[in-house]
Every structure is written in C-alpha cells, then in structure tokens.
C-alpha cells in the first residue's frame, strides 16, 4: 500500500509563474490537508478537504492560492503569480473518514523555490 | 488562543545518553496531542499521538511521552538514543473534531559520537 504521493519533489519557478502541487492520498483515504512550512519555522495548516468539498480552507492566504480534490485524480494545489515569500514545502497528508483526527499520514513534500 | 510551544529550538545529546524534548500547550480542555519527527528532506512521521486514558504513551523507535495535565505539557522521552534520531521533532495539538493540527515550531536534535 503506497503512502501519500506527492510530486514533484522539488519545484522552481520564477515569480509570476504558477505552482501546480499534486498529492494522491494513501488508499481508501477520502480526507486531505494541506501544510506549508516556511523555513525554520513550524507546520501551518492551510486547507482541508474531502473529494469535491473543501471543508475548510482558514489557512489559505486569500489571493494567488486555490486546491481541489476532485472525484477522480489528485489533490491540487495551486499557487498563482508566485512571489519568492511562496518558497517553502508543502505538506500534504491524507486520512480515511474514520480515522481522522488520529494523527493522519504525511508525504514527502513539495519543496517550492521561487527565483 | 490556542498555542503549542516548544522551548528548545536545539538540543545535543551523546549517543547513549537519554533525551527529553518538552511540549506545552495552551487549550482549554484537553487537546488531541501528538509527536512527529521530520529525517532531513523528508516528510513527518508519527511517532505517538494521545487522547486519553493513561497518560504514558509509548510509541514507535522507544519513544514514550507523558501528559501532565497540571502542566498542560506533553514530553517526549527516551531513554537511550541512536545516531538515527538526529532529526526535527514536532509537537502537535488538534482541538477540532476532524483533526486540524497545529505545530510547535520544531526541536533540531543534534547525536554525538
């Protein structure tokens, strides 16, 4: 059973372009969040979702950044006209319906560098 | 408002020797609490999560942790660590019904031969 998927691992783009961060949950887990860490610093929650709902997105900034979680595919988070304050690694993690809150399943991340 | 805290930003220890990462945080009732450790480049691995009864929890690669509610903290501990514990640890509240978590700002823990 693979564990949460993300990619890419690594990701530069210049400021202006767009960031486009995908994360496949583990098997059978129909719940994403979504954490950005900056550097030296701590998790920061953004946005929770479930297939086709976004649950709760109080994290997100306001402008420039969306995420779905369609039916079908991958989680996406979106980072539009990126500045270099983006750069960091995004975390993404997964849960099934039953289990969350338990302390759910993170990948690897996405290290974004904005130049 | 909620808050999680960990004092120490860095710690060094001996390869043998025991170590003690402290968590506190800032909640009116009892959150959901847990532990992560982040290996360089990598993701968060769980290493133990409480939500009630006995307050010692054991997780994985021998680590325990004790809530104290008088002290509204969470320690990590173990008794003897390996050069493979050199990594970040994180400590974690979760105080929403579905599981939003928030992060202490991390302990770097630094093995020496």
């Known amino acids: 059973n693979a564990g949460v998927m993300q990619n890419p691992r690594h990701l530069v783009r210049r400021r202006g372009q767009e960031a486009r961060l995908r994360c496949s949950p583990m098997?059978?887990?129909?719940?994403v969040y979504w954490y950005r860490q900056l550097p030296e610093e701590g998790l920061k929650f953004m946005v929770y979702?479930?297939?086709?709902?976004?649950?709760?997105e109080s994290g997100m900034p306001k402008e420039r950044f969306s995420a779905e979680f369609p039916k079908e595919g991958p989680s996406i988070l979106r980072i539009q006209q990126v500045v270099r304050g983006d750069s960091a690694a995004y975390f993404c993690?997964?849960?099934?319906?039953?289990?969350?809150?338990?302390?759910?399943?993170f990948g690897s991340g996405t290290r974004l560098t904005v130049v | 408002a909620q808050s999680v805290t960990q004092p120490d930003i860095h710690i060094t220890v001996s390869e043998g020797a025991s170590l003690e990462l402290r968590c506190n945080y800032s909640?009116?009732?009892?959150?959901?609490l847990f532990w992560y450790v982040q290996s360089p480049g990598q993701g968060l691995q769980l290493l133990l999560k409480?939500?009630?009864?006995?307050?010692l929890v054991q997780g994985i690669k021998g680590f325990e942790a004790e809530f104290k509610r008088s002290q509204s903290s969470f320690n990590l501990r173990k008794p003897s660590v390996h050069w493979s514990d050199a990594a970040e640890y994180f400590c974690?509240?979760?105080?929403?019904?579905?599981?939003?978590?928030?992060f202490g700002a991390g302990t770097q823990v630094v093995v020496t031969p």
């Open positions: 993690a997964s849960s099934p319906p039953e289990r969350r809150g338990y302390g759910y399943t």
């Open positions: 098997k059978g887990h129909s719940h």
């Open positions: 979702l479930q297939k086709e709902n976004i649950i709760d």
């Open positions: 909640y009116g009732a009892t959150p959901y």
């Open positions: 409480y939500f009630s009864g006995d307050t």
């Open positions: 974690a509240v979760s105080t929403d019904s579905w599981g939003k978590l928030q």
